[in-house]
């Protein structure tokens, strides 16, 4: 009963249904802006990262929550589970805006921080749609419970794995073939009716298919990206979005169209109704009694050495490649150490699904207890704030050793062949293809 109960019943669920509308803008939109390049180049990593960043978290919760605290076995791994997550659009908030000398995204830790936090918001999201299922077996339903719990996993899985198969091989010959070139004759609009079918396929199917349709989402946008030709002479191939747009050849981005027409209203109204949607369902005066307070600030102080422990792979990663990427003329832990606090605290876990994961145990099954509630609602907003706080003392500081070192902004010398260089930005790629068409 938010406001005093001053809104009606009605208007409290129209502003939950335009609010979740906003929460799917943020997943596709994340799909959207995301390099699937780079997360090729850095996937064993990044998986290696992902996978801590899920298992610690569960795995110390256990130890806190189960053994210590007295909660129950499914309740600690829906509150570990919610704790497990980093989001993704404050990844982007926090790498884009913490430095000024450099571009985060472009250098090898961005990549694996952002490909680490994918996949960990990825599984996330399949691990709510299973906690949401999990209220079924307490109402007594007759329910296969492997079925119950494998469909969202199983069908996340064949959704991953078929939607790149399927762009690759069928939708990008065919879209750069016979529809590309016609996309520039009405730019926006066209990419708006494109954006907006892939968009309700995706979370058509994945609703069907007995997944999360915010994975749908994510992956809606990472197929849209997927699509355009990447020759410099491409329609989708611009300097800018008003190149894109004064140009008869040439057509805005789906990032452009996006930006344009939809992130605004997604920014100061769907956005802020999501969050304020979520913050309805937090008991304010009951977080603030004596067990609630120390249960969550322990729990807080775990969760963020759960996460920290992720940027262990850096040393360890150095470790094993020293020969071709480590600086042998400085110790090895002092020269990543900065990297490795930079991943960690990056990785903590923020924000918008591990509230909705929580809350969708609250709320949707009998599992969660109050007390288990407050605990995990303490532990995500103190690790919303610590973490970006970190982060941003630590780019400030260090920040230009991190972009200059062995896991900063990388030249193709350095890769060995091994990586692409990514230090090359948009405009670097049209300036050289048009030289080449010049001679």
């Known amino acids: 009963m938010p406001l005093a109960d001053i809104l009606l019943e009605i208007w409290q669920e129209t502003f939950l249904a335009i609010g979740y509308i906003g929460l799917i803008l943020i997943i596709f939109e994340g799909g959207l802006t995301s390099r699937m390049d780079l997360l090729k180049q850095n996937f064993f990593l990044s998986m290696l990262a992902a996978t ?56 090898r830790v961005g990549t694996v921080l952002v490909s680490a936090a994918v996949i960990d918001d990825v599984s996330g999201l399949v691990m709510s749609s299973v906690i949401h299922d999990l209220g079924s077996i307490s109402g007594g339903a007759d329910v296969n419970l492997g079925w119950l719990i494998g469909r969202p996993i199983l069908a996340s899985i064949l959704m991953a794995a078929l939607t790149p198969l399927f762009c690759k091989y069928v939708f990008v010959p065919l879209f750069r073939r016979y529809i590309e070139h016609h996309f520039a004759r009405y730019d926006h609009f066209s990419n708006i009716v494109l954006m907006v079918v892939i968009l309700c396929a995706f979370i058509s199917i994945a609703s069907f298919a007995g997944t999360s349709v915010l994975f749908g989402a994510f992956l809606a946008g990472s197929f849209i990206t997927y699509l355009p030709s990447k020759h410099p002479d491409g329609p989708f191939v611009v300097y800018s ?14 990032v452009h169209t996006f930006e344009k027409y939809f992130s605004d209203t997604q920014k100061y109204l769907m956005e802020p109704l999501f969050f304020a949607s979520i913050g309805f369902a937090i008991p304010f005066i009951d977080l603030w009694s004596g067990s609630a ?20 792979w850096i040393p360890l990663w150095d470790a094993v490649t020293k020969g071709r990427t480590a600086n042998d003329s400085k110790p090895l832990l002092l020269e990543t150490l900065p990297t490795a606090g930079l991943l960690g605290f990056a990785m903590v876990a923020r924000g918008e699904i591990g509230l909705l994961i929580v ?3 609250y709320n949707s099954t009998p599992y969660v207890s109050d007390a288990g509630f407050y605990t995990a609602v303490w532990a995500i907003l103190l690790n919303t704030i610590i973490g970006p706080m970190v982060v941003g003392i630590i780019i400030k500081f260090r ?41």
């Open 359 to 361: 809350e969708i145990g």
């Open 293 to 312: 307070i120390w249960h969550g600030v322990v729990y807080t102080l775990l969760m963020l050495l759960a996460k920290v422990i992720v940027g262990i």
């Open 241 to 254: 979005r008003e190149h894109g747009e004064q140009n008869d050849d040439k057509s805005p981005t789906f």
């Open 52 to 107: 801590t960043g899920v298992l610690f978290p569960i795995g110390l919760s256990y130890l806190l929550l189960y053994l210590g605290f007295g909660y129950g076995a499914v309740e600690t791994f829906i509150i570990g589970a919610a704790l497990s997550t980093t989001s993704l659009g404050t990844t982007f908030a926090v790498i884009g805006g913490a430095s000024k000398d450099i571009d985060l995204s472009q250098t």
């Open 399 to 439: 920040g230009k050793g991190i972009g200059s070192g062995s896991w900063g902004i990388q030249d193709s010398e350095e890769n060995d062949g091994s990586e692409k260089p990514q230090s090359n930005s948009q405009d670097q790629r049209l300036e050289e293809g048009s030289d080449m068409s010049a001679q």
